[in-house]
């Protein structure tokens, strides 16, 4: 596997000494040169739309940074703007959305073979970083999990609990059923799409799986994510595909074996010595610093990163934070987390 990227070695299943690096919403609010190129663009979604400002908001944290891989600049609720739902973006509140709650909403979305009308200049920020990144540099292209996808499309917002979308779960189980299956349907085509234009890693991000429980886990998040992974590889043999059942804690144990994933995404609320033995026994894991010590930096920073790299040290491991950074983080902790990484 040598001259192969780092972090396309790690997802092989290869135990590195430095673990390769990058950051969940490393392109983001906490870098000065990202604030610019969004007021350049206008807003939020302008920018996810505008191929050129995405690539250049994309490569701001590598220039800076050098991180192991870029991770694409859009968001998992262009998919659902896609089907034909209303997005907008409300500052410091979050996402807002036209709710689906009855077959008269869902009748509204436009079918599957649609949604490359909006999402085609997705695919050229993609196109673009493939030419323009540096060679030792993996590209990651990601789809928001259907569950997750759903919850935002069901209340049209986010919410605290998922309230609404387990609501229509329990009360409508052929309607939710049917909106999960659309959203799987578009997330294949969307991430097929993106790994056509150059994406050589994707990660399904189901930020929400956590609050799913007992065989309802088994539905409706590991099922999409097994479905989606498997016509993936179909598709493009040898792709490889993180995967992020955030907070599932016990259910993250055997995870990648049924879904066929390649790496499972830790969120922080896992013990690191924990997850080495029960999740990397079964191959990669990426993660997982708490996005807090982006903010408060200092020794405890050293300390639980010089922790993480030890505890996954006797296996393929890709470093990363548990969840996104915040707008709030210091970019001079993220030079502290990179420094203590890679001093081995
Ligand atoms: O990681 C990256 O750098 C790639 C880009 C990326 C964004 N969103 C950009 C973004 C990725 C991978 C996402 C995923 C995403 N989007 C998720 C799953 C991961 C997670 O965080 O749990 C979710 C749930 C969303 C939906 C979403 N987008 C919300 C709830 C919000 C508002 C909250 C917030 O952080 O402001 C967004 C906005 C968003 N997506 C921003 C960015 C950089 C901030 C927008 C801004 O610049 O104003």
């Not at 690539?55 to 050098?66: D, H, K, M, N, S």
């Not at 934070?321 to 081995?344: K, S």
Request: with cysteine; net charge negative.
């Amino acid at each position: 596997m040598a001259g192969q990227k780092k972090l396309l070695r790690a997802l092989a299943g290869e135990k590195q000494d430095v673990p390769p690096i990058w950051m969940m919403r490393q392109a983001g609010r906490y870098l000065p040169e990202y604030r610019a190129t969004r007021a350049e663009a206008g807003d939020f979604l302008k920018l996810c739309y505008n191929p050129d400002l995405a690539a250049e908001v994309t490569l701001q944290p590598i220039r800076r940074y050098g991180f192991d891989a870029a991770i694409l600049f859009a968001d998992i609720l262009l998919v659902p703007q896609a089907l034909g739902a209303d997005l907008w973006f409300v500052t410091g509140e979050g996402p807002r959305l036209s709710t689906i709650t009855t077959e008269a909403d869902f009748a509204k979305l436009g079918p599957v073979a649609d949604i490359h009308e909006t999402l085609n200049p997705i695919y050229e920020t993609v196109r673009i970083l493939s030419r323009e990144l540096p060679s030792e540099t993996t590209l990651i292209g990601f789809a928001g999990a259907p569950w997750t996808v759903a919850t935002y499309m069901i209340a049209g917002r986010g919410t605290p609990d998922q309230g609404p979308a387990h609501a229509l779960r329990e009360e409508n189980t052929a309607l939710f059923e049917a909106l999960l299956a659309r959203i799987t349907e578009a997330t294949i085509e969307y991430l097929s799409c993106q790994i056509e234009a150059g994406a050589e890693v994707v990660k399904i991000f189901d930020s929400w799986a956590g609050s799913l429980q007992g065989e309802a886990f088994e539905k409706y998040a590991l099922e999409p994510c097994r479905q989606i992974t498997a016509a993936l590889k179909a598709r493009h043999p040898g792709i490889p595909v993180i995967g992020f059942p955030r907070e599932a804690g016990e259910k993250y144990v055997g995870f990648a074996k049924a879904t066929g994933i390649d790496c499972v995404a830790l969120d922080n609320s896992v013990d690191p010595e924990w997850a080495a033995a029960h999740v990397q026994v079964d191959g990669c894991v990426q993660g997982n610093l708490a996005s807090r010590h982006m903010v408060t930096g200092g020794q405890e920073l050293v300390d639980e990163t010089r922790r993480i790299v030890a505890a996954f040290r006797n296996g393929p491991h890709i470093f990363n934070l548990g969840h996104g950074i915040t707008p709030d983080a210091d970019p001079d902790n993220v030079q502290l987390m990179i420094d203590t990484v890679r001093e081995g």
